[in-house]
């Protein structure tokens, strides 16, 4: 439907791009040598359900670059790998307008012949199997464990409040990027734990985390272009192995009510630091 994030390449992008639960795209390496790249990409609306697989070579090389997107909407309940036997892992890229991150089981592609775009492209995001620009912590935790995960969005990215209270990914790093909007992490009894990796939120707008926050092995940054960096969880936020690194607007706050834990820099700062535990 286009190339990277739709980028000009003198053909028209597909307005509506459908890729059912049947459909398997590979671009995995053979022997020795890296995966190659999967674009599935739309100018409104994106529907995949399929499996898309960039990994590297059985004897060496990373792993791929794999990017579902829709530019306004995406549904995505598919399953990635952009993993890597010998190598890095590759990397895979989602970003829509607007993204919330929810508590639901894994989509089985049943609802793919109700999503017929553009005349049904609305659905009910508190339906397990149905929600546009909505990424269920199953298929999160899925992703994590053979790629570095993005979740780019122009406007806001949203963790919701968690039923099981934690978002764990393992190995790889999870990164949120906002380029016009805020970056939320709404549950107060919320743990958000990444394993291996870099936990990086960076936001034009305010980053606002209401969550405990872990990582072992990786540093922890964010960055605010033009707001607020707050950090209300009384547990705080613990980089083990790694630093903390937050960086306000010109005139933005940084306020953390709970302890401070890293390895080594605590905090990067523009504008005001309000610390109310220890670090």
Known sequence: GGQ????????????????????????????????????????????????????????????????????????????????????????VLLDPDNIHIVEAPLGDGTLDDELTFPTDSELESTVANDGVN????????????????????????????????????????????????????????????????ELNFHAAGDIDVAAEVQTIGGDIVWTSDNGNIFATNTDGVTAGFGDIRWTAGPFGTIRAFGDLAATGLPVVKRGDVILTGDV
């Open 4 to 91: 990277w994030q739709g980028a000009a390449d003198g053909l028209p992008n597909s307005h509506w791009t459908m890729v059912g639960s049947g459909v398997t795209l590979t671009a995995d390496a053979i022997g020795d040598g890296d995966g190659g790249r999967i674009v599935i990409w739309s100018d409104d609306g994106t529907a995949f359900a399929g499996l898309a697989s960039a990994t590297g070579g059985r004897v060496g090389g990373d792993g791929g670059a794999i990017e579902v997107s829709g530019k306004q909407r995406l549904w995505m309940r598919g399953q990635v790998d952009a993993s890597s036997e010998h190598g890095i892992v590759g990397t």
């Open 134 to 197: 909505t990424v269920t912590v199953a298929q999160l935790q899925t992703f994590g464990a053979t790629s570095d995960v993005v979740l780019a969005a122009t406007g806001d990215i949203v963790i919701e409040d968690l039923a099981s209270n934690l978002l764990a990914l393992s190995v790889q790093s999870l990164t949120l990027r906002s380029t016009g909007g805020s970056i939320r992490v709404e549950g107060a009894d919320d743990l958000i734990r990444v394993t291996g990796g």
